[in-house]
């Protein structure tokens, strides 16, 4: 791994009790039924100077949002109606807590947010542990997703945008440890065989993390030779991931890079500001598994992400 | 690069001439190993044509062969012939991430289908545009499009301003599609400014080049490869297309089978009928049971001829360096002498010379049908040796139709090899006429030869071949999971038909020998969501290659899964080990079918319960990975 002199603008808390969002904050939360995002109920009780957007409903084309009991069904594909709730919060920081979100819920926000320049801090927390599956095929080690719903872009990041040349693709994708999501995606894309930049959390959430993704993605790695390719970036580092990008970009200047954001929330963060600061050479590809409540246990570190001083150093 | 290999270990240029199943990964280097299919020269007309094949048959190489590109590298780079070409094709494969943006709960599907038939417009356009750009290149003196045309393509777009040239047109198609782009992003809020008209753009600017003397009578194709990843109305909105292209272009589709779901236009009473609105090209019917062979071994021996061996061609015909085995050779093999000593020694006691002589004159194999025959009907060897004595013709049918699952038998419940998959035609068979599995088989079992210290030309050992088979199934089941999103559904159905098969194939006692295909039984009682998932499981197995289908005794209606036999593709037979021959075939309900899938514990349970088998029957080896899926105590 390269020596960055760069910055990683996160607050790192070792456990969510240890972090207190800002007097007089907007604090944006989803809840997936996991014990993570178990704390949300208390906070609201107790942190009188911050507001709540509770996310009461995610699905695949728009969201339910409850603000001062009241609900809001907003639109992806509606900046008008995203920028509308982003308003109501006026000038006040928001923290975006993406732990109970699906990405294509929070990555619309994050892009208006930033657009509207407003001061956006993401949250995450890192599960203590993933679920183990109790009957493992060939690959497979973690019980995480109940299906996929299959490939479809993001709100807000649809790009029509074609490669000059058909060779002109670096296919990266984000590792996670569900190998099938990796073949089924190499499957959908079809990337140039020599060009899979695939990115591993190292170091991971935990020392073990980054074998198990070896291990479950071994068996497309090794089909595609893409293992002669591995990149690493901090498994909890959207920052760090944003410049392993950055340096995929200097390796090969003239290539489209097509996304696939399916290893950690944080690694699909530092996409996400990617695919916003370059805007036209840069696809995003996700296949919208449909998580089960009960893949991860526990809560570990929360992290703070200064998302906004990142992209607008001015905010 | 192919071009590269001679410097390479023979076992790396093998994984490179073979092990790069997919076209898709070739790129480039699939011109140099291509071989012409015969259905080619109907592809070449100008009639819209529907390529339909399962994944692996060799669409994409063909389709990509047809385009400018494909003609290029095969016509040896020369530019001087392109002017010659009777054709030029415009690959386009299905891009899933663009074409799923045109859905959503945001707009009603007509609006969708508007705003897709723009998109469409703007994508034929570019491509188009690239290829003027690339011919431009190669022939830089040619006439150009004049400024009058692309003014016209620009007004049907739309294109405000100043289009005065072929490049001027691309840069602003260029900005229309980040316009474009951005309304998609925001579709709820906005409404486009202004559509183009369905086909309108493309046929003008399709007319316009052919009005250049260089293009004057040629044919345009657009070569739109993996339709199956439209959606329903987008194939409804390309079918009308189709239907209605103008003179100067016509289109020709790759499509898996069942993938082409919509066949009607956007006229929902007008649908696209074959022959008259295009001709329809199955790869599975064109490259039927002996041209395929022939197509296959064409293939492997080109490919085989690439490689270099100290600076040697490797000139070895592939057919004869996998040997296969007679059903009395593998029976051998399996150690059939072994188990047949104790029927010998029953044989011996009967003391009875016309008997003896009857017995000494059967094969090893044979002789252990005699004494299989006779316990299954519970008989005495003497019995069945006195039967084939007074109708030996009858015996011998029975023994032929026997004799090939009786192979399945011989070492049941024993460790290593249960039944051998080798030789050429077993690996056809195998492969069912898919040259990318062919490719594989034949990749796997030299590379194993030559780890084992093999020479490439020496043959292949039965072993090495069936060791090789039995990966290929394990490694294309692994793979299965990951190719569709209902993949982990096809997986369990085939851990399922194929635990239940495999227990079929070595417990033949008594019942029909060779049973390895099913049908859906008759049933009206079943809810509408019952029968939706098993239309969309079966669909989806079949379009995947976890199963193939034959029609069943009655006329056939493509899209009606009760009208057809399923049988999993042989390709898993020797994983699971049982019999890759189109044989005898059961019935399964459809609440079956999905219990396979559901609880698939209980259900092949249920099942082979009720062919009379034991569910408890031990795994062969390769099986034990998957413990934790079939016994309940796990």
Not at chain 2, 250 to 258: A, H, P, T
Not at chain 2, 612 to 617: C, H, Q, V, Y
Request: proline share 5%.
């Amino acid at each position: 791994m390269n020596t960055r002199d760069k910055p990683l603008l996160t607050d790192t808390y070792e456990t969510i009790d240890a972090f207190i969002p800002d007097n007089d904050s907007i604090y944006i939360f989803g809840t997936a039924g996991e014990e993570r995002c178990a704390h949300y109920s208390a906070w609201e009780c107790r942190l009188h100077g911050v507001d709540f957007v509770r996310i009461v409903r995610q699905e695949a084309s728009s969201f339910v949002a409850n603000y001062k009991e009241i609900d809001y069904q907003i639109l992806l594909r509606n900046t008008s109606q995203i920028e509308a709730l982003l308003k109501v919060v006026g000038e006040r920081v928001i923290y975006l807590d993406i732990t109970g979100l699906s990405h294509n819920i929070w990555a619309p926000l994050l892009r208006n947010a930033l657009a509207l320049r407003k001061q956006v801090l993401v949250v995450y927390v890192e599960p203590e542990i993933y679920s183990f599956s109790a009957a493992p095929k060939e690959g497979e080690i973690f019980d995480l997703s109940e299906r996929i719903l299959g490939i479809s872009p993001l709100p807000g990041f649809i790009s029509f945008r074609e490669p000059l040349e058909e060779e002109k693709v670096c296919f990266v994708p984000l590792l996670g440890f569900e190998g099938t999501r990796l073949a089924y995606l190499i499957e959908q894309v079809q990337p140039p065989g020599n060009k899979i930049l695939p990115i591993i959390g190292v170091p991971g959430f935990r020392p073990e993390y980054p074998f198990y993704a070896y291990h479950g993605n071994q068996l497309p790695l090794l089909r595609t030779h893409a293992y002669r390719n591995v990149r690493y970036a901090i498994a909890n580092c959207p920052f760090s991931l944003f410049y392993a990008l950055e340096d995929i970009v200097k390796d090969y200047p003239d290539d489209m890079l097509k996304i696939a954001p399916i290893g950690t929330k944080p690694h699909a963060l530092g996409a996400v500001l990617f695919a916003i600061a370059n805007n036209r050479s840069v696809e995003l590809i996700y296949d919208h598994p449909i998580r089960k409540p009960s893949r991860t246990k526990g809560s570990s570190k929360l992290l703070v992400y200064h998302a906004s001083t990142f992209v607008s150093p001015s905010i | 690069m192919v071009n590269n290999i001679s410097a390479d270990k023979p076992q790396e240029q093998l994984s490179q001439l073979f092990g790069s199943y997919k076209a898709e990964w070739l790129r480039d280097e699939i011109y140099s190993l291509y071989t012409e299919p015969t259905y080619l020269p109907e592809l070449k007309t100008s009639r819209p044509c529907l390529l339909v094949g399962g994944r692996g048959t060799g669409k994409t190489t063909v389709l990509r062969s047809l385009s400018y590109e494909g003609q290029f590298a095969l016509n040896n780079n020369d530019p001087h012939q392109i002017d010659s070409w009777a054709f030029y094709g415009i690959y386009y494969r299905v891009n899933t991430n663009r074409v799923t943006a045109f859905s959503g709960d945001e707009l009603p599907v007509s609006k969708w289908a508007d705003l897709f038939a723009h998109y469409f417009n703007l994508l034929l356009c570019d491509l188009t545009l690239r290829f003027l750009s690339w011919y431009q290149r190669h022939r830089p003196n040619a006439q150009q499009l004049d400024a009058e045309a692309c003014k016209r393509v620009a007004r049907s777009l739309n294109i405000a301003g100043e289009v005065e040239s072929v490049r001027v047109l691309a840069n602003k198609i260029d900005d229309l599609k980040i316009e474009f782009e951005a309304h998609i992003n925001n579709v709820a809020n906005t409404t486009f400014r202004s559509l183009s008209i369905q086909g309108a753009p493309i046929d003008i600017l399709a007319e316009a080049l052919s009005q250049l003397p260089q293009f004057r009578n040629k044919d345009f194709f657009f070569l739109l490869d993996e339709y199956e990843n439209f959606e329903d109305y987008q194939q409804q909105v390309v079918n009308t297309l189709i239907k209605h292209a103008g003179q100067y272009y016509s289109f020709k589709i790759g499509v898996r089978e069942l993938g082409w779901r919509r066949k009607t236009t956007l006229n929902e009473n007008e649908q696209l009928i074959h022959p008259a609105d295009y001709v329809r090209i199955n790869i599975a019917e064109k490259l039927s049971d002996d041209k395929f062979k022939k197509f296959a071994l064409d293939v492997c021996n080109a490919r085989l001829s690439k490689v270099h061996l100290l600076g040697q061609k490797a000139n070895y015909d592939i057919s004869h360096i996998l040997p296969g085995l007679t059903e009395d050779e593998e029976a051998l093999e399996l150690g059939v002498k072994e188990v047949t000593k104790s029927v010998k020694e029953k044989i011996a006691l009967l003391q009875e010379k016309e008997l003896c002589r009857i017995a000494e004159n059967l094969s090893p194999l044979e002789l252990y049908f005699v004494d299989y025959w006779a316990e299954s009907k519970g008989l005495s060897v003497r019995d069945v040796l006195n039967e084939i004595s007074k109708d030996q013709s009858g015996w011998n049918t029975r023994y032929n139709n026997y004799k090939h699952a009786l192979l399945f038998t011989i070492r049941r419940r024993k460790r290593g090899i249960q039944k051998y998959y080798a030789g050429w035609d077993v690996f056809v068979s195998l492969s069912a006429n898919n040259i990318r599995y062919l490719l594989e088989l034949v990749d796997q079992s030299l590379v194993a030869h030559l780890n084992e210290g093999g020479k490439l030309g020496d043959l292949v050992s039965p072993k090495t071949q069936t060791i090789a088979a039995q990966n290929a199934g394990r490694k294309n089941l692994s793979e299965l999971e990951g190719l569709s999103v209902h993949g982990a559904r096809l997986t369990k159905l085939l851990l399922s038909l194929g635990r239940i098969f495999q227990v079929m194939a070595s417990d033949m006692g008594g019942h029909t020998p060779e049973l390895n295909q099913f049908h859906l039984s008759e049933d009206t009682s079943l809810t509408e969501d019952i029968d939706r998932d098993v239309k969309e499981l079966l669909t989806s197995a079949v379009m995947h290659l976890a199963l193939i289908r034959f029609p069943g005794n009655k006329l056939t209606d493509e899209a009606d899964i009760r009208d057809y036999d399923y049988m999993m593709h042989p390709i898993f037979t020797p994983f699971f080990v049982f019999s890759y021959r189109k044989k005898r075939k059961m019935v399964i309900a459809a609440g079956q079918l999905l219990g396979l899938v559901n609880s698939p514990k209980v259900t092949i349970r249920q099942l082979l319960e009720q062919h009379n088998r034991n569910p408890e029957d031990s795994l062969p080896d390769q099986l034990t990975l998957f413990e934790g899926y079939y016994l309940e105590h796990t």
